[in-house]
């Protein structure tokens, strides 16, 4: 998964010249770093790994002493329980919700904004960049307080539009917006504009389309955000029924005593979407991972 | 003599340029409103109500009258706020170096794998990573568990062959939650040092060698270096983030049931929403929001001097 902007041609030599050293450093040392680093993921995996399988285990195996790997009689208990015995199917939907809200409003926030301090010249350009650069790593959690009475004042606490409402807070992806668009080339702009463009089709017929792969990215990690977000989502909801999956499945106990299979499983449950979305565009996953630290992948 | 036809296309043209100007901007002010509603509402006025709140005694909900600085005062006096500023802090150090650290040894070992190997090796670190808090912590729990946990196994032996509660034991209460955060979040930095490492110039290792020099003198003597400014962005970056750590910690304190392991977003919590002070929990919010502009200032800075210097 490269995520290096190279030419074919460049590959193909970086290819060659990896093969060549890779050739020439099979040593001793070499091949006990490769191993440890196996076995490393190995453990790392584990955990997740051993959560899957307890969730298929039946509860009297759960609980037995030693390390089974894998479960003697498999079962969905765990699982029909959890998707019928809870309320799982409304916080899923309630999460669904706000996390596709929140990366709708956020990406056409974003473009929007990122397009008219990239191409357009208005009073306060400047000053908006400076802003928006400064507010890089607004500090949310110092804010809950402030955000709860706000939400309160418009009595929208306990329902979905509080939950979405800080989430709209992304000036990095405006900063990364603008900066793809800045490197869309002049021409392409000029050449529209003689055929009679406005700024708005300029926007959705050019400069979108041609940084479509950084909105998918973009995207795909505001919905990854929205839907793990946990702090504010936990603040502004208490009623159960409003409740998101992160928030619901660490909320709401069973009234009869801990069954580490039926937790596992709802909680497994709750990674299930983050986790597909990931193992699917792992590629565009990283790429806007890396471009929100500031590395340009 | 000027054909008089000349002056008139002139202000034709003007009129033009001035009707596309006026275009524009409005054009800026509608692509830019939305971001400014929100920007605006939702995080300049906060921010400007937080110092103001942070000035009186006023509850959660609900109107207080000014009190000048006791608030401060209030928490410079408080044991429960000084625990929770060193327990921030605390867990700062416990989890920001190791992950640093153990990232770019994984790193590392996983830019020498090659092809699929690779990305599966790399997802192995990676996908703790996307996971909400939620998993990490039933996952963790499980894994601790005091009668069926099978991390038990490990930590027995050091409890003198007896099963340790780990997230209700004081001591171990805040390594333990370290662990496990390095273990759901070092992917990110994984993935920023592999950014790192493959950014070197292959053809200086090759000309190293040529030279005859060792493999601990290539790392010393280009790994490090060149990798040095990504390890600083990634030091600084989990630095911020883990001051304001919260989800991990209250959920598993159990809801936060003990004070001694509080940190500074759950003190905030504490104070303003289960004990209805919004004031000092406004007055706490300020002093954790100045904390984190300090060092997001100085990250700036060293990212800025670490740039120069390349």
Redesign the interface.
Known sequence: MSATLTTTDELVVVAAQRRHRWIRTIDGIGLLATVITVIGAILWAFPLYWGIVTSLKPDAEVVKAGMKLYPDHFTLDAYTYALFGTNIGVWYLNSLITSVATTVLVIIMAAGAGYAISQLEFPGRRVLWWMILASFMIPIQALIVNHFILFSQFHLINTLTAVVGPQLLAPVTVIIYKQFFDSVPREMKEAAVVDGANEFQLLFRIYLPMNWGITTALAIITFIAAWNNFLWPFLAVTSQDKMNITVGITQVYDAFGVKYARDLATAILAGLPVAIVYLIFQRRVTQAIMLSAGIKG | MMPVGFFFRRVEDLAVILRS?R???L??????A???V??G???I???I??VQ?SFTNAP??GEGSFVGIENFVRLWNTRLFHTAVWDTFYFVILSVLPSAVFGLI?A???N???GWA???????????Y??????V???????F?K??G?AQ?VIAPFNGGEHLSIFRTIPVFMPAVAFVTV?WLMG?NV??FI??L??IN?EI??AA?LDGAG?WTQFSKITWPLVWP?TV?VLT?QL?LQ??I??QVY?FANGGRTDATIVM?QY??KV??QQNH?GL??AA??V??LI??IF?VLQFQV?RTGSKDN
């Open positions: 100007k275009n524009e901007i054009t800026a002010a509608v692509l830019m939305p971001f400014i929100v920007y509402v939702l995080f006025y906060p921010t109500k937080m709140i959660l909900i994984i590392l070992g996983v020498r794998l090659k690779q990305s599966v090796v790399l997802a192995c670190f990676f996908l703790p996307i996971l909400p808090v939620s998993v912590y039933r996952i963790w729990s499980w894994m568990d009668d069926f099978i196994y273990w990110f993935l920023l950014a790192g493959r950014n292959k290792y090759e060698a493999r990504v962005l970056i911020i001051l304001k919260f989800d959920l977003v905030i919590y303003a929403f919004g929990g406004a919010s300020l954790l929001f984190i502009v997001s990212l």
